[in-house]
T-cell receptor, first 110, second 115 residues
Framework: GDSVTQMEGPVTLSEEAFLTINCTYTATGYPSLFWYVQYPGEGLQLLLKATKADDKGSNKGFEATYRKETTSFHLEKGSVQVSDSAVYFCALNGNNRLAFGKGNQVVVIP | GAGVSQSPSNKVTEKGKDVELRCDPISGHTALYWYRQSLGQGLEFLIYFQGNSAPDKSGLPSDRFSAERTGGSVSTLTIQRTQQEDSAVYLC?????????????FGQGTRLTVV
């Protein structure tokens, strides 16, 4: 079945550092890919999405490119802020069901 | 309402009791999903509704779990004879239509603690 794999463990980095969170997927067909974010005490919300190969989703300085050849959708931000501290989930929708990765806690230190 | 609403926000129950969790989706949203989020785990898919029917209930972990949706709107997730391993945050999401491009909007979740 469809699945999403995120890199293990929390990510701790200093303000203004470069952030990368890896995401790879397994799916039949041509899924859409998403990054959701969960800020402390809040519900999940969509951060960005890409619906076909080579599409780049972007929002709030975050970017991710749909790479079909490597089945990846890595999330990047060039200069993180303390307010970016949250849990980030990669997800795919291939068959009317969102399949999520385990999430990565990101902690940005001032 | 403006967003997906779930109730209660917190529920503590004794092992062996039944619980009902409620989800009010965004008005007009035809698709509704239930997920479970356990500590240190990702989001585990439970069930998906399109209108009142559930074409995919493959994620329900046991026959103690059931869900229904009425009037194409409110959904209830019922857990019978709760066990400690049922403790988790139960999340509901809705979307305006089915289809792989569609964004799902999530509620704040119900934190269930079985003692």
């Amino acid at each position: 079945g469809d699945s999403v794999t995120q890199m293990e463990g929390p990510v701790t980095l200093s303000e203004e550092a470069f952030l990368t969170i890896n995401c790879t997927y397994t799916a039949t067909g041509y899924p859409s890919l998403f990054w959701y974010v969960q800020y402390p005490g809040e519900g999940l919300q969509l951060l960005l999405k890409a619906t076909k190969a080579d599409d780049k989703g972007s929002n709030k300085g975050f970017e991710a490119t749909y790479r079909k050849e490597t089945t990846s959708f890595h999330l990047e931000k060039g200069s993180v802020q303390v307010s970016d501290s949250a849990v980030y989930f990669c997800a795919l929708n291939g068959n009317n069901r969102l399949a999520f990765g385990k999430g990565n806690q990101v902690v940005v230190i001032p | 309402g403006a967003g997906v609403s779930q109730s209660p926000s917190n529920k503590v129950t004794e092992k062996g009791k039944d619980v009902e969790l409620r989800c009010d989706p965004i008005s007009g949203h035809t698709a509704l999903y239930w997920y479970r989020q356990s500590l240190g785990q990702g989001l585990e898919f439970l069930i998906y509704f399109q209108g009142n029917s559930a074409p995919d209930k493959s994620g329900l972990p046991s026959d103690r779990f059931s869900a229904e949706r009425t009037g194409g709107s409110v959904s209830t997730l019922t857990i019978q004879r709760t066990q400690q391993e049922d403790s988790a945050v139960y999340l509901c999401a809705s979307s305006s239509r089915q289809g792989r491009n569609t964004e799902a909007f999530f509620g704040q979740g119900t934190r269930l603690t079985v003692v």
